[in-house]
């Protein structure tokens, strides 16, 4: 462990130290359980300056708010490291300490079952009775040259995050190899010149070139080559023909792939969605594994921050609600009461 966490055994693991692993972290501190949270650094949102749409925190950089988050659990007793988990399995359960209902080893013979052992990259490994995946997921960007280079900056994919800081200026599209015109109709709302390129996609339909023209937007047919800038800012979409169509921002659409090897090699169960795969879960964020939720863009790609922030704090509910009531039913089961009772 390093400065930040130093025991082994915890109530719960949150593995994920974004907004919504934070916010899960943040409630059961207050529940004053033992939790730990696995942080391995690679925050969606990085490259984007502000977050939007999170009231009361509008115009908040991703980075500060990660950085009061951690302020803000150390302050009841949660413990945060950074690190990669690289492995879960079921394990016995860590066994009752004085204070909370978690000690430092596991008190069940081997075999017991009910927790979970997570070995972490640099050798690591800590136990927990439950688990709280928030990982996210990785925005893979079409293979246009420029795209990556300027990403979260004039290159973007969400008129809900960006849009009014680009609003009226002049709107590229790259078109979504699914659903092609979604994200030209949606960015109009922003912008009176929008252009959609359809690059590789295919031909909207019929009910959508309708709504292309009812929206302004101009289609433009053939493969974009790439980007053209001046000054660092977006001047233009070359295509592959040579034209240059001058455009001040561009709108992508993204693969999105949820970091969920965690909750897959447990045996989560996973749904198809419009933008891939992703695990099932129940309203608090509970998977079909026992002892493990998930919440934030681990469960979707449209989970934006406050969206992420709001499921850490439900599934966190339903874990310290969980707990409880284990510990209650054991206790009858074994015909004890609570310590000083």
Request: glycine share 14%; aromatic share 4%.
């Amino acid at each position: 462990m390093n400065a930040h966490s130093s025991r082994s055994a915890y109530d719960v693991v949150v593995v994920g130290g974004g907004a919504a692993g934070l916010s899960a972290a943040l409630v059961l501190g207050r529940a004053r359980r033992r939790t730990l949270v696995i942080d391995a650094g690679a925050p969606r949102n990085a490259p984007a300056a502000h977050m939007q749409g999170y009231l009361g925190l509008d115009g908040t950089s991703p980075a500060e708010l990660l950085a009061a988050g951690r302020r803000e659990i150390a302050g009841y007793g949660v413990e945060w490291t950074e690190g990669l988990v690289t492995a879960a399995r079921p394990a016995p359960e860590p066994g009752p300490g004085p204070e909370t209902g978690a000690g430092t080893e596991p008190a069940n013979g081997p075999g017991a079952g009910g927790g979970f052992a997570l070995d972490l990259a640099d050798g690591r490994r800590v136990h927990a009775r439950r688990l709280v995946v928030t990982t996210g997921l990785v925005d893979e960007l079409p293979d246009v040259a420029g795209v990556a280079e300027r990403w979260g900056r004039d290159v973007l994919h969400c008129p809900y995050c960006h849009g009014w800081e680009v609003r009226d200026r002049a709107f590229g599209v790259l078109a979504h190899p699914v659903l092609p015109a979604h994200q030209a109709l949606m960015v109009s709302q922003w912008s009176p010149d929008v252009t959609l390129f359809l690059h590789t996609a295919p031909e909207p339909s019929a009910e959508d070139r309708a709504r292309l023209a009812a929206a302004g937007v101009t289609v433009v047919t053939g493969e974009v080559a790439g980007l053209v800038t001046e000054d660092d800012r977006l001047t233009g979409v070359r295509m592959a023909d040579g034209r240059v169509v001058p455009r001040e921002v561009l709108f992508v659409g993204t693969r999105t792939v949820p970091r969920d090897g965690l909750l897959t090699a447990l045996g989560a169960e996973t749904r198809q969605t419009p933008q891939g795969r992703f695990v099932t879960v129940d309203e608090t964020g509970r998977t079909s594994v026992p002892g493990v939720w998930a919440a934030g863009n681990t469960i979707g790609a449209h989970e934006q921050v406050v969206n992420a922030a709001s499921g850490g704090y439900r599934a966190a509910v339903a874990v310290n609600g969980d707990l409880l009531m284990t510990d209650l039913d054991r206790r009858i089961a074994a015909g004890t009461s609570a310590p000083g009772a």
